[in-house]
């Protein structure tokens, strides 16, 4: 036994979530900067793991993990992220992966994705955030459909209204897709692989923005119609967090003046929402 340590990146929403064939996928969006760590002292006197700022999701997972091991005994964790809670940005999955890593370290446990996938999908609906490059993700049952590797160079402008979601009770109330719905989220699906095959970011952005509008009948961003704008005027895709509060520009990272896009799209969203409390993200990806 020893201090074990564990990390686990956020996301910004999602690329696509829906239903595919019947069965609940979605793509990952993450985002490297967004980032939960963990930290684990076992201690073999207590029978359970005690943890900082109330993360029973996290201390609920770690004690599966001991459960499944066949460890008896338990510890002290401690979590530090910089993922806001209940906005869509997977705060909850990444403190539960960097959690379970930083148990596993100290117990010198072979865990693998598919363990803390098991894991995870048993504590709440998960986003796949085990896995660092993109994933197509089945987020009810815990299971890896597809993997698409490192995305293309991107920037992402995101604007958060306020409010929070809770994931459980969200995912507790059935979706219902129409026909159409289905053919785009299909359409989008097939986007991002030929985006993710040509290395272009322009068709994974489409495919945001098909996803994004489905979305909208769901769970409605009041943002909506001025990124549509925004996209449109600068040739980006829509970013939602399908079951949260964020949303965003997602633009080609090679994009011309692209520190003047930005700028201006950070100004276009400030001036909307003068006088209303906002948070607005920028990230950058590029080769």
């Known amino acids: 036994m020893k201090l074990g340590k564990g990390s686990c990146n956020g996301t ?3 690329l696509v979530q829906g239903i595919m064939e ?6 990952t969006l993450p985002i490297p900067s967004l980032r ?14 005690r943890v900082v700022n109330s993360k029973m999701k996290a201390r609920k997972a770690g004690e599966l993990l001991l459960q499944l091991c066949g460890i008896r005994g338990g510890g002290y964790l401690e979590i530090h992220s910089n993922i806001p809670a209940g906005k869509g940005m997977a705060s909850s999955s990444a403190d539960i992966v960097a959690s379970l890593r930083a148990i596993a370290d100290s117990y010198s446990i072979p865990l693998t994705n598919e ?21 197509v993700y089945d987020y009810i049952h815990g299971q890896l459909i597809a993997s698409f590797g490192a995305l293309p160079p991107f920037i992402l402008v995101g604007i958060d ?6 994931t459980i009770e969200f995912n507790e109330v059935p979706k219902e897709y129409s026909q ?5 989220l299909i359409k989008a699906f097939d986007l991002v692989t030929k985006g993710f095959k040509e290395k272009n970011i322009t068709n994974i952005a489409e495919a945001a923005t098909l996803s994004a509008r489905v979305n909208q009948k769901i769970l409605p961003k009041p943002v909506f119609p001025l990124l549509d704008q925004l996209a449109y ?9 399908h079951s949260g509060t964020v949303a965003g520009i997602i633009l080609d990272g090679n994009l011309p003046n692209n520190e003047l896009v930005v700028s201006h799209i950070i100004r276009e969203m400030s001036l909307a929402y003068k006088g209303v ?11």
């Open 233 to 241: 005027r600068y040739q980006g895709g829509i970013v939602v967090a």
């Open 12 to 14: 910004f929403g999602e």
């Open 22 to 27: 019947e069965r609940p996928f979605l793509i």
């Open 36 to 49: 939960s760590e963990a930290r684990f002292v076992p201690d073999t006197a207590i029978s359970q793991i």
């Open 161 to 166: 209204l306020g409010g929070m979601i809770n």
């Open 180 to 184: 159409n719905d289905q053919e785009q």
């Open 277 to 287: 409390p906002i948070n607005l993200y920028h990230y950058e990806s590029k080769e």
């Open 115 to 135: 363990m803390i996938s098991m894991i995870a999908a048993k504590v709440e609906p998960t986003d796949g955030v085990m896995y660092e490059e993109v994933v």
